[in-house]
């Protein structure tokens, strides 16, 4: 490793580009130049990592502080990895935070993980003289990567939380890119600096919000997650408006997604995990095989045919729980039975969910009408009688934006460790 600090850096970025590039992630040659320009340790000084396992409550956290000898080569090799970086609990002001153990508190802010931010600004096309607009700007990463590849002054971020704003702000007036960030709502957008030509949210939505269309400019690209109530099946969906200034919108389904808006609430198999182990079910036969994992097309649909379902991937074999129902189903392990448990029965939910998709011709992609004068979306796979269809949950279903209270927990437990 060089022992020129900035050389050591320099170094962690050509790995990291490199790494993109070989896993096929980074592709688009300008988006290469621009990661190994920007110099990411500015933007992300500290970083949490979760120490306490899953369910524990409340949470240990240990702080990495990148200007501490003891923490940086650790520091170093996370803010370069692949990983989501951790920057905030429940609100906390950004400008004194200790280094060392802390414990209590939810996380309120982080870094998207890289191969995601790649990934959403190739697929928007961002290219020189564009107005951008980031939903949910975070720590500024993807807006300094925008402002690169766009050039200054064209790149606005909003950030609902005024902690982020500031630390954000600071950081990237250092880098001197050229990068607005404003504190507001980002289901509003930013009609002060609107039209943009391409528009990113950072965060999952259930529906889009009619802000986000409007300030829209044509030959515009909006790119955000469609947050179902799982984090196991989101969508991305891709909006476009045409020269003519008609709005098309593609949903597809993915892996991995943003985490939704503050509010949304997703369900959790982990309160089920012990039970489920404990008590998999009846046994039954299935006409149904687990679907593949990356039958993304199929999962994505069955979040909304067969709401109110999550999967629990610690499991040792395909468990999908309907919390809410006290309900489960446990598959395989590839003997043609199923295990069922509850009054809702799951797996056959998902046998009907799977003949329909297969019906409609295993769509993976799904088109969203936003022309809806009511406000209603509603997203299908294509015409005819056997297509799959369904309605968007309206923003107006989501509890009120407010910020975490911080928990007892965490205020009785912050100290600075040496």
Same mark, same amino acid.
């Given at each position: 490793?060089?022992?020129?600090?900035?050389?050591?850096?320099?170094?962690?970025?050509?790995?990291?580009?490199?790494?993109?590039?070989?896993?096929?992630?980074?592709?688009?040659?300008?988006?290469?130049?621009?990661?190994?320009?920007?110099?990411?340790?500015?933007?992300?000084?500290?970083?949490?990592?979760?120490?306490?396992?899953?369910?524990?409550?409340?949470?240990?956290?240990?702080?990495?502080?990148?200007?501490?000898?003891?923490?940086?080569?650790?520091?170093?090799?996370?803010?370069?990895?692949?990983?989501?970086?951790?920057?905030?609990?429940?609100?906390?002001?950004?400008?004194?935070?200790?280094?060392?153990?802390?414990?209590?508190?939810?996380?309120?802010?982080?870094?998207?993980?890289?191969?995601?931010?790649?990934?959403?600004?190739?697929?928007?096309?961002?290219?020189?003289?564009?107005?951008?607009?980031?939903?949910?700007?975070?720590?500024?990463?993807?807006?300094?990567?925008?402002?690169?590849?766009?050039?200054?002054?064209?790149?606005?971020?909003?950030?609902?939380?005024?902690?982020?704003?500031?630390?954000?702000?600071?950081? #990237?007036?250092? !880098? &001197?890119?050229?990068? %607005? *960030?404003?504190?507001?709502?980002?289901?509003?957008?930013?009609?002060?600096? =609107? +039209?943009?030509?391409?528009?990113?949210?950072?965060?999952?939505?259930?529906?889009?919000?009619?802000?986000?269309?409007?300030?829209?400019?044509?030959?515009?690209?909006?790119?955000?997650?469609?947050?179902?109530?799982?984090?196991?099946?989101?969508?991305?969906?891709?909006?476009?408006?045409?020269?003519?200034?008609?709005?098309?919108?593609?949903?597809?389904?993915?892996?991995?997604?943003?985490?939704?808006?503050?509010?949304?609430?997703? #369900?959790?198999? !982990? &309160?089920?995990?012990? %039970? *489920?182990?404990?008590?998999?079910?009846?046994?039954?036969?299935?006409?149904? =095989? +687990?679907?593949?994992?990356?039958?993304?097309?199929?999962?994505?649909?069955?979040?909304?045919?067969?709401?109110?379902?999550?999967?629990?991937?610690?499991?040792?074999?395909?468990?999908?729980?309907?919390?809410?129902?006290?309900?489960?189903?446990?598959?395989?392990?590839?003997?043609?039975?199923?295990?069922?448990?509850?009054?809702?029965?799951?797996?056959?939910?998902?046998?009907?969910?799977?003949?329909?998709?297969?019906?409609?011709?295993?769509?993976?992609?799904?088109?969203?009408?936003?022309?809806?004068?009511?406000?209603?979306?509603?997203?299908?796979?294509?015409?005819? +009688?056997?297509?799959?269809?369904?309605?968007?949950?309206?923003?107006?279903?989501?509890?009120?934006?407010?910020?975490?209270?911080?928990?007892?927990?965490?205020?009785?437990?912050?100290?600075?460790?040496?």
């Amino acid at each position: 490793m060089p022992s020129d600090p900035h050389q050591a850096t320099s170094r962690r970025r050509a790995d990291m580009v490199d790494r993109l590039a070989t896993d096929g992630v980074l592709t688009d040659a300008l988006l290469r130049d621009a990661l190994l320009r920007l110099p990411r340790e500015v933007l992300l000084p500290h970083a949490y990592v979760r120490v306490s396992g899953p369910g524990a409550d409340p949470i240990d956290w240990r702080l990495l502080d990148g200007s501490h000898p003891e923490d940086r080569q650790e520091w170093l090799d996370l803010i370069h990895s692949d990983e989501s970086i951790l920057l905030q609990r429940d609100g906390e002001p950004l400008d004194s935070l200790c280094r060392g153990p802390v414990t209590g508190g939810h996380m309120t802010s982080m870094s998207t993980y890289t191969p995601g931010t790649v990934e959403a600004l190739q697929v928007m096309r961002l290219g020189p003289g564009q107005r951008y607009l980031e939903l949910g700007s975070g720590p500024g990463v993807s807006l300094a990567l925008a402002a690169v590849l766009a050039g200054p002054d064209l790149t606005t971020g909003v950030e609902r939380d005024a902690h982020m704003v500031a630390f954000a702000q600071r950081n #990237l007036d250092r !880098l &001197g890119v050229g990068v %607005r *960030v404003i504190e507001g709502n980002a289901l509003d957008g930013h009609q002060g600096r =609107a +039209p943009y030509d391409r528009i990113h949210s950072g965060i999952g939505v259930p529906c889009v919000p009619t802000a986000w269309v409007e300030q829209l400019a044509p030959d515009g690209r909006l790119l955000t997650t469609l947050a179902t109530r799982t984090p196991s099946w989101p969508g991305q969906l891709l909006v476009t408006r045409t020269p003519t200034g008609t709005v098309e919108a593609v949903l597809t389904g993915r892996p991995r997604g943003y985490r939704p808006m503050l509010g949304y609430q997703w #369900l959790s198999a !982990l &309160g089920h995990r012990a %039970r *489920v182990k404990a008590d998999p079910g009846t046994a039954r036969p299935t006409r149904l =095989a +687990p679907p593949p994992d990356d039958a993304h097309g199929f999962w994505l649909a069955a979040a909304y045919l067969a709401p109110g379902l999550v999967r629990d991937f610690q499991a040792d074999t395909m468990t999908i729980v309907a919390p809410e129902d006290d309900s489960w189903a446990v598959a395989g392990p590839g003997d043609g039975t199923v295990r069922t448990h509850g009054p809702r029965d799951v797996w056959a939910e998902l046998e009907d969910a799977h003949a329909r998709w297969e019906q409609a011709g295993c769509p993976e992609t799904y088109r969203v009408d936003l022309s809806d004068d009511t406000g209603i979306q509603h997203a299908t796979s294509g015409p005819g +009688p056997k297509a799959l269809t369904w309605t968007l949950p309206q923003l107006t279903t989501v509890a009120s934006q407010l910020p975490c209270p911080r928990s007892p927990a965490s205020r009785t437990a912050d100290r600075c460790h040496p």
